[in-house]
């Protein structure tokens, strides 16, 4: 019996996570404190949202009384946090957002469990973290765990800041904490902000795709499932005060990426073969740019058996269907309609 507190299990990553926790583990209980922000969206979760073991919860992981009261009255063991704010884009127009969330919210969480988990045994934080806390790759090489912090955006750098937060209180106050930085995740329910859902929305529209620069930017795609399915291994698994690495062994150039997609987007609406590829603009770039981004996910692989199961193809296919098929979500993302939901079921 455990006692699980998933923060932002209503956006992109985390309602993988919460939907893998509550229909895997039905012998815990399944907190998700989410704020609801532009990023968070309850019908991720509809299939799941009358579970027994599952309770949603709106709030603020910066409210130190709201987090400290779901801590006593839940009896939490386990905490997942994944609520951030999460675009690099956003990061470069309104840092602040992101020091507040990623950072204060973070040594929030961080005071909490100190507090409430003193002299006790089997609690666990585990902070889901990035692999752009890395910074930027050449041509060459790889992430490890042990390659030096060099965060170069503000989102980065706000979670670089986090993973040092929860670092130090492994270290100062012996907090039981798993760190994990991931590369970039694709799959259902991602924010049409981000490049792979937004290139298939305005494809959609017949809108033009946005490639920054040259679209030389290298990115280690992963499917987000599999991303779920490490972050049960990691729970399960982990060892305490360890880092892990997750990746999909999958670079690829955005503007290939795109011209693939582009492609599948093609056989899947019937359009000519080339189509959607007349929509690839290219645009100033986005400022400090990342050049590449790779995962040596190896440690994960080696000690704890996890390794990506959806190969690229079949995962951006996969994707490609689900938005597809589910285009009023996207209409409600992008028109803002989908607090409306919250605000019917929930008051
Ligand atoms: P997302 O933006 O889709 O979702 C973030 C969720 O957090 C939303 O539901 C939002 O409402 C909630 N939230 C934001 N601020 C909050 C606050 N102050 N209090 C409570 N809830 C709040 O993000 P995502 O892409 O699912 O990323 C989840 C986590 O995984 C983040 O920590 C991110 O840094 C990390 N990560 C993401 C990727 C990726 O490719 N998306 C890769 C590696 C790591
Ligand atoms: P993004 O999905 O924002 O993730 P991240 O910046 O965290 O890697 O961007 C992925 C890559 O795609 C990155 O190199 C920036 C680029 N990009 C575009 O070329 N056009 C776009 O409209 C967006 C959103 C991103």
């Known amino acids: 019996m455990k006692n699980v507190l998933i923060t932002g299990g209503a956006g992109f990553i985390g309602s993988h996570v919460v939907r893998r926790f509550v229909v895997s583990y039905p012998q815990y209980k399944i907190f998700n404190l989410d704020k609801l922000t532009y990023a968070g969206n309850l019908q991720n979760l509809v299939d799941i949202e009358n579970s027994e073991n599952y309770t ?37 127009r309104n840092p602040n957002a992101f020091v507040e969330t990623n950072v204060l919210g973070t040594v929030n969480l961080l005071n909490t469990a100190r507090n409430a988990w003193k002299g006790s045994h089997n609690k666990l934080f585990y902070h889901i973290s990035t692999d752009e806390v890395y910074g930027s790759l050449g041509a060459e090489g790889f992430f490890t765990e042990s390659t030096p912090y060099d965060p170069k955006s503000p989102y980065s750098a706000s979670k670089a800041a986090s993973d040092h937060f929860v670092k130090a209180y492994g270290n100062t106050y012996k907090l039981p904490f798993i760190i994990s930085n991931c590369s970039n995740n694709y799959g259902p329910n991602h924010f049409p902000e981000k490049l792979i859902p937004l290139a298939i929305n305005n494809i959609r529209n017949g809108e033009p795709i946005p490639v920054y620069g040259k679209g030389e930017n290298v990115r280690d795609w992963l499917y987000v499932e599999d991303h779920a399915i490490a972050i049960d291994v990691i729970v399960h698994k982990g060892e305490i005060g360890e880092t892990y690495n997750i990746g999909g062994f999958n670079e690829w150039k955005n503007i290939d990426l795109i011209r693939l997609l582009c492609d599948i987007m093609d056989q899947e609406l019937g359009n000519s073969v080339g189509t959607s590829q007349e929509l690839i603009t290219f645009v100033k770039d986005r400022a400090g740019h990342d050049l590449r981004y790779a995962i040596d996910a190896m440690k994960i692989k080696k000690e704890l058996g996890w390794e990506p199961s959806v190969t690229f193809e079949e995962g951006l296919r996969k994707t490609v269907n689900w938005y597809l098929k589910n285009e009023e979500w996207l209409d409600n993302v992008t028109s803002g309609n989908y607090q409306k939901y919250y605000e019917q079921h929930y008051g």
């Open 56 to 92: 949603f919860l709106k709030g603020d992981i910066c409210d130190a009384d709201l987090v400290s009261e779901i801590f006593d009255l839940h009896r939490i063991d386990v905490v997942i946090h994944l609520a951030a704010e999460s675009h690099v884009d956003r990061s470069i």
